[in-house]
T-cell receptor
Framework: DTAVSQTPKYLVTQMGNDKSIKCEQN?????MYWYKQDSKKFLKIMFS???????INETVPNRFSPKSPDKAHLNLHINSLELGDSAVYFC???????????????FGEGSRLTVL | AQTVTQSQPEMSVQEAETVTLSCTYD???????LFWYKQPPSRQMILVIR??????QNATENRFSVNFQKAAKSFSLKISDSQLGDAAMYFC??????????FGAGTILRVKS
């Protein structure tokens, strides 16, 4: 069974479109994340949710809107896509919320978004 | 804010040899975790090894071990008996207050047969 699964794994779309990436974890973790990996492979956190509550919101354009219907799901919706949004988006989960990080992050396989 | 620096963009090692990947970090916190993640071409992020800052003993996982120098804020990864399957991008990561991991820029490891 896949612990953290994301769909779709590949997404090619035109500038200006709206798209969503879905993430689900079956690990029973309380905290989920979205990370963005740019073309230089740099990984940067975007959002974190703990039990449906937004706890981390890094400086991300408000075109990006995460939604967590329950603690096992965290979706990412992107409006008015721009060329610079092209990247690999990773969903991840972890066991705890507060410091210290209780354990490692468990990552999904990533969703490669290409904006043309 | 915490920062993680990996000064080696790329490293090469001969199969069966040993290689060390460097990582330094900056923090004012006293308690935190450090991680090494591996990202092969499949792009899946895989945890290699984890170190708790309060533990003086260096973590070891089979052929992978770390040299954790807390005072120097250094956390290097040693891979012994390198195998072709070790070829990947390796990320050093810091986890402290705020429940997020901060990643370094990564080191590409190439393994020569």
């Amino acid at each position: 069974d896949t612990a953290v699964s994301q769909t779709p794994k590949y997404l090619v779309t035109q500038m200006g479109n709206d798209k969503s990436i879905k993430c689900e974890q079956n690990l029973g973790h309380d905290t989920m994340y979205w990370y963005k990996q740019d073309s230089k492979k740099f990984l940067k956190i975007m959002f974190s949710y703990n039990n449906k509550e937004l706890i981390i919101n890094e400086t991300v354009p408000n075109r990006f809107s995460p939604k967590s219907p329950d603690k096992a799901h965290l979706n990412l919706h992107i409006n008015s896509l721009e060329l610079g949004d092209s990247a690999v988006y990773f969903c991840a989960s972890s066991q705890g919320r507060w410091h210290p990080v209780a354990g490692e992050l468990f990552f999904g396989e990533g969703s490669r978004l290409t904006v043309l | 804010a915490q920062t993680v620096t990996q000064s080696q963009p790329e490293m090469s090692v001969q199969e069966a040899e040993t290689v060390t990947l460097s990582c330094t970090y900056d923090t004012s916190e006293s308690d935190y975790y450090l991680f090494w993640y591996k990202q092969p071409p499949s792009r899946q992020m895989i945890l290699v090894i984890r170190q708790e800052a309060y533990k003086q003993q260096n973590a070891t996982e089979n052929r992978f071990s770390v040299n954790f120098q807390k005072a120097a804020k250094s956390f290097s990864l040693k891979i012994s008996d390198s195998q072709l399957g070790d070829a990947a991008m390796y990320f050093c990561a810091y986890g402290g207050y705020g429940n997020k991991l901060v990643f370094g820029a990564g080191t590409i490891l190439r393994v020569k047969s």
